[in-house]
């Protein structure tokens, strides 16, 4: 099974259009106001609209309202929901979209433990865990604390850059990686070269 890729932060339409040429698998629209990569639903629509068949598009939300969400649900044409506060299984699962639940990597976390609460997901996102910031930290964090064979799919997230994607993937063998930082050439704003690099990293991976 190979790694699929999922470039998040995207802010611009050419920044969507290079990623899906490139290959990415999907790309992640960020609706939490305090992100450097956030964006409008108005800005969402524009992107999901201009891309290409087969790239899926991921909302991101970090402790939304109800509203909130059902907001961009009625004018952005996204096809997954992302959550990547403290958002609970019910609150997840009330919209009728497949969802991903993200996990950060608190020193305290029992990961198996909170993967089997949000069993209804359609994947579980890992991601370092920062005090002062939901994501988006360019920080690595310990991988041997991940299992080795997942009872579910596993989205790999957390300062993955092309300089470590490849063993990422070779080692942990995940369903996806998630990148956004690591190919940016300002916050918010994605590198064409640094994507394709990424995209090909994991591409080139031997399974």
Known sequence: MRTRVKICGITRVQDA??????????????????SPRAVTA???????????????TVALFVDPDI?????????????????????????????GRPFL??????PDLDLSDEARRYHQASGILV???NANTAGGTGEVFDWSRLPSHPAWPM?????????????????????????????ESEKGIKDAAKVTAFINEVKGVDY
């Open 17 to 34: 259009l290079h990623a899906a040429a490139a290959g990415a698998d999907a790309l992640g629209l960020v609706f939490y106001p305090p």
């Open 155 to 183: 989205v790999l997230a957390g300062g993955l850059d092309v300089n470590n994607v490849a063993q990422a993937a070779r080692q942990l063998r995940p369903y996806a990686v998630d990148v956004s930082s690591g190919v």
């Open 127 to 129: 991601d370092s865990y």
């Open 67 to 95: 509203n909130q969400v059902e907001s961009v649900l009625a004018t952005t044409p996204v096809d997954m929901l992302q959550f990547h506060g403290q958002e609970e299984p019910d609150f997840c699962i009330q919209f």
């Open 101 to 106: 639940k993200a996990l950060r990597m608190h």
């Open 42 to 56: 108005e800005q969402a629509r524009e992107i999901c609209l201009d891309l290409p068949p087969f790239v899926s």
